[in-house]
């Protein structure tokens, strides 16, 4: 196959590297950009709406963040709900509604109190809700299964609605890919193109694909999720980093129980999300709740299993600092009843009763016979090891090598941040390059 260059080159057709090819494509003078894609179609992983809670993570409700992280992370939300109204996507897309984060007993309360009076000047439209409110606006959050009030406190805070909270990241995938290859330039998609090699001669590097596809570009970003890693060590970039997936499986009501988003108060010692319920767009609103948090050794969820195994022993990048990472986590308490219980979560029998008596936190009247595992849902998250400092990081790493070439590691809430990280790669571009970036026309239509 004849190779082809192009300016940019992405690698990974997840949100990530659609909303790059976007933003590229209508923000700046680049005129030739390539976005290649593993698998048949866009949004195959952890993009697609079955492997998220299809959450905009605005910093309102998450509970683990703090209130200066809320502050960067909401302009970068505040991106996709601005770009679905440019195109037309509420109601079809993307959907406003009601959400909250509780408070179960005592302290939780009191803590639901504090964030609330701390973030209402960055959130000006949350309320409080105590618990005759929410009798009201969530009564399945009050009652057990007799009808009886919960003896605890329950409090929470949150909207009813006027905010845009929820999205099918797979289906925006999709239309980042549309609109962009509408600005008249050359957008090309390559699918069914799994990339096995990145090298750089001169000022370009040659892209080259197991399907014989061979390509160049003067600048590379790796948007692959937990392959991005994998891709970077074999550029000998990012040695100091290893990967530990994280995977989350969830189950579903066989009706609607929750009129919005339910979001628990979340331990700071753990990386992973909290249990929450969500109305899910994709299963007519019935009611889905998870993630369980699985360490698991592959960095792919439902795609092959045996290479993804041998992937994922590259990525782990093991050695005596990951194992003193593994070790210090398992040395909490917390943590390791965490993990040991999520593990119990995947065996059959007990899983599903245990997994109910957690989510009756949410919702008291909650039994076995109202729930099932979501076969198919969930997907993988690349949380991300540093082994120079001997931690797990939280949140997203991005290795830019300073030489036109960036991979990004993107876990929860990832898609939430695409167009953040795709302007913040963009400019990177743009400056390697000697582009021009339209900054007067990004902020009038996305900030």
Not at 53 to 78: F, M, W
Not at 327 to 343: A, E, G, I, S
């Amino acid at each position: 196959m004849k190779e082809k260059h192009y300016q940019l080159a992405i690698v990974g057709g997840g949100i990530s590297g659609a909303a790059l090819m976007y933003e590229a494509a209508r923000y700046t003078d680049v005129q030739s950009i390539v976005l290649i894609e593993k698998y048949e179609g866009l949004a195959t992983l952890n993009s697609k709406a079955t492997a998220n809670s299809q959450t905009i993570h605005c910093g309102d409700i998450e509970t683990n963040y703090t209130l200066e992280k809320a502050r960067k992370v909401k302009p970068t939300a505040d991106m996709i709900a601005k770009y679905g109204l440019q195109y037309g996507y509420q109601g079809k897309y993307m959907f406003d509604g009601q959400k909250m984060a509780i408070g179960v007993g005592d302290v939780e309360v009191d803590f639901i109190k504090n964030r609330y009076e701390e973030f209402k000047e960055l959130y000006p439209y949350l309320e409080f809700f105590d618990k005759e409110t929410l009798k009201e606006i969530e009564p399945k959050l009050i009652y057990d299964a007799n009808g009886n009030e919960r003896s605890e406190n329950v409090v929470g805070m949150g909207i009813r609605s006027g905010i845009y909270t929820t999205v099918d990241y797979g289906a925006l995938t999709t239309t980042f890919v549309e609109n962009a290859k509408a600005t008249g330039k050359e957008c090309d998609v390559y699918l069914n193109s799994e990339v096995n090699s990145i090298n750089k001669t001169g000022d370009r590097f040659y892209i080259g694909a197991k399907n014989g596809l061979a390509l160049s570009a003067d600048f590379v970003v790796v948007d692959a999720g937990a392959h991005s890693l994998y891709l970077a060590h074999k550029m000998g970039y990012g040695k100091e980093f290893g990967c530990l997936p994280i995977a989350g499986s969830f189950y579903l009501t066989k009706q609607k129980l929750l009129n919005g988003k339910v979001y628990m108060v979340q331990n700071p010692k753990l990386p992973f999300a909290a249990l929450h319920g969500d109305p899910d767009i994709v299963a007519d609103g019935c009611t889905r709740f998870g993630p369980t948090a699985l360490p698991l050794p592959k960095l792919e969820r439902f795609h092959g299993h045996c290479k993804s195994f041998g992937d994922f022993c590259k990525t782990l990048n093991f050695g005596r600092d990951t194992a003193k990472i593994f070790c210090d986590l398992l040395k909490d308490d917390d943590v390791r009843n965490y993990v040991f219980r999520n593990y119990v979560f995947e065996v059959p029998y007990m899983n599903k009763k245990l997994f109910v008596k957690d989510a009756r936190k949410i919702v008291p009247s909650l039994k076995e016979s109202d729930i099932y595992y979501a076969k198919g849902f969930g997907g993988v998250r690349p949380q991300v090891l540093n082994k120079k400092e001997q931690k797990l990081m939280l949140g997203e790493a991005s290795i830019n090598t300073g030489k036109g070439i960036i991979f990004n590691m993107t876990p929860s809430p990832g898609a939430t941040s695409c167009m953040g990280n795709a302007l913040r790669d963009v400019k990177e571009m743009c400056a390697y390059l000697n582009l021009k970036f339209d900054e007067e026309l990004f902020n009038k239509e996305l900030m």
